[in-house]
């Protein structure tokens, strides 16, 4: 038996928010794009929380997202610029610019759902 992992999925109340989010504000490239679901590079995608639910036959109440349980990890070449971006973007900050114990600089904002996405600086990342 041949299982390999291939992307986390993450769900979405509103598709097309998230797809600002992700593609326009974040930078993510698209790879896949349905009405419903959106791939992106690096084994990420979204799905929209109520067709999912659908899927796994529970009924869907306007669930709540991101319960602080979840942190979405990316890193950039230029953390100072991102930041800055997301400023404008007006994106929910949860804290600008910090250098970590582990010798990394990061920030953290919330996703339009509330999801955790945190975003180092390449240059200091901890090794895979």
């Known amino acids: 038996m041949d299982i390999r992992f291939r992307h986390n999925i993450l769900l979405v109340k509103d598709i097309n928010l998230s797809k600002y989010f992700y593609a326009d504000v974040i930078g993510l490239k698209i790879c896949k794009e349905f009405e419903t679901f959106i791939q992106f590079e690096d084994h990420f995608a979204i799905h929209s929380a109520d067709l999912f639910y659908e899927y796994i036959n529970k009924p869907y109440f306007e669930q709540k997202m991101g319960h602080d349980?979840?942190?979405?990890?990316?890193?950039?070449?230029?953390?100072?610029?991102?930041?800055?971006?997301?400023?404008?973007?007006?994106?929910?900050?949860?804290?600008?610019?910090?250098?970590?114990?582990?010798?990394?600089?990061?920030?953290?904002?919330y996703d339009p759902d509330g999801h955790i996405i945190e975003i180092g600086d390449a240059h200091n990342m901890m090794q895979d």
Do not use: M, Q
Not at 69 to 95: C, G, M, Q, R, W
């Open 69 to 109: 349980n979840i942190d979405l990890y990316f890193t950039t070449s230029n953390l100072p610029e991102v930041s800055k971006k997301l400023k404008i973007a007006k994106v929910e900050f949860i804290h600008d610019i910090r250098h970590c114990e582990w010798g990394e600089n990061i920030i953290r904002v």
